[in-house]
């Protein structure tokens, strides 16, 4: 009996693929699968992948398609492949993305490893205090219309083999399932939610972008995390003229710069600039404008620097509004504080990054919010902020680490 397999697929990669998915999460895909579910039977499920990955004839099923609301209103689609196939876009990422990290230019960030959103805002602050200009991108849609032909000629200039352009290709074409149960054909585009999209995307991009700019443009450096990009110009001329180039240049690779999102910034440092509306941008939930700072010697200057951005920001407060602190007075503080500490944290090591000061009248609102769940729980303190607010204040100065946000010295006072 013959049993040997058309392609030579490790076993213990799809053991790893399997562990990296575990890691992440996520939710089930059009099989209603979730990753315990899927441990059930967890040997077998691992086995039947492999065997028809190694034989050829896996194909992907459907992605569910979700909307998630945007900071600006809009909607994005969110396509959740199923565990399986998320296991098996793993495997191909395994297999593939060494090859193309020795690839990529440094001045790429997004979902690559040992590399982070930080280093890209770190370096886009950094050149701002050199160049006086700067052009913010933002393609269109472009997760959703990146084109397959342009895309497999990329990946088959890195890789011959023969799986991973058949999985690839497949999975590109993977049709769609809507939330009203529609299923839709696709004939470009990467879903969004995809383990494989990014590496795809940030190759797509190498050539589309990186590649082009250091050919072309390697006076006018960029960082470029995915699709969000900062290109940095000595003078508005220089930006204008190489807006239109860029636009130009990704026309010709099938794609589209938004027309009113895409701007052009001045973004110089000190005392004596120019007078100029377009004084900031945003990039990856920061915003980069003149702000006030102090410099070792004592003396204050204008330094273009980033901080939380207002869409950031909201989106905080509005997460702290869902909560409903004061609807939950059968919760004690410790409860309250086990059950918020990972989201603050997580905020303030993302946002407190740089000038965390920003940060703080987002705390000091927690604060009200807290004080406001004690006037609920305790009779004694219902209808008296100042003596709920001391109440708190207490049990601050007595418990400093008991919130992320007391441990920074964000803490009640009376009057809250």
Same mark, same amino acid.
């Given at each position: 009996?013959?049993t ?17 998915? %575990? ?15 899927f ?14 990955m ?16 945007k ?51 770190? %370096? ?16 269109q ?35 769609? %399932? ?94 004596q ?57 059968y ?47 305790y ?38």
């Open positions: 009996m013959n040997a397999k058309s392609f030579d697929i490790s076993k213990h990669i799809v053991w790893e693929a399997y562990l990296c998915v %575990k890691r992440n999460k996520g939710a089930a895909g059009v099989d209603d699968v979730s990753i315990a579910e441990e059930e039977n967890l040997k077998d499920n691992l086995y039947t992948l492999w065997n028809r190694s034989s050829g004839t896996y194909f992907p099923p459907p992605v569910r398609m979700v909307e998630i609301p900071k600006d209103g809009g909607k994005r689609q969110l396509g959740i492949p199923t565990v399986t196939d998320r296991i098996a876009q793993m495997v191909a990422k395994i297999y593939l993305e060494p090859k193309l990290e020795l690839l990529f230019y440094e001045d790429s960030y997004g979902y690559r490893p040992n590399k982070s959103a930080h280093d890209a805002i770190g %370096k886009a602050r950094e050149r701002c205090w050199q160049y006086q200009w700067v052009i913010d991108l933002d393609i849609a472009f997760f959703d219309n990146l084109d397959h032909d342009l895309l497999m000629r990329a990946i088959r200039k890195h890789t011959q083999c023969k799986w991973l352009l058949l999985y690839i290709e497949r999975w590109l074409k993977a049709s769609i %399932k809507l939330a009203d149960g529609q299923i839709q054909e696709r004939i470009k585009g990467t879903p969004q939610g995809g383990v494989v999209s990014p590496l795809l995307a940030n190759l797509f991009l190498h050539y589309a972008f990186d590649a082009w700019m250091q050919r072309e443009y390697r006076n006018n450096p960029y960082e470029r995390y995915a699709d969000d990009i900062i290109v940095h110009c000595k003078t508005e001329a220089e930006a204008n003229a190489l807006k239109v180039a860029i636009e130009r240049r990704l026309e010709n690779c099938k794609l589209r710069l938004h027309p009113n999102k895409t701007q052009i910034m001045y973004c110089k440092s000190g005392n600039v120019k007078e100029c509306a377009n004084r900031y941008f945003d990039f990856l939930g920061y915003t980069f404008r003149p702000r006030m700072v102090k410099s070792k010697e004592g003396r204050f200057f204008t330094s273009f620097s980033p901080a939380i951005s207002k869409k950031a920001s909201n989106a905080i407060r509005q997460s702290m509004k869902e909560w409903k602190l004061q609807s939950q007075p919760k004690s503080i410790n409860d309250i504080a086990n059950w918020i500490n990972p989201k603050l944290r997580g905020w303030y090591n993302y946002y407190g990054k740089y000038h965390k000061t920003a940060m703080y009248p987002i705390f000091s609102l927690l604060n009200q919010k807290l004080a406001k769940w004690a006037r609920g729980k009779k004694k303190l219902k209808g008296h902020p100042t003596r709920a607010g001391h109440w708190l204040g207490k049990i601050a100065k007595r418990e400093s680490n008991l919130f992320v946000h007391w441990q920074l010295g964000i803490r009640p006072s009376a009057g809250q």
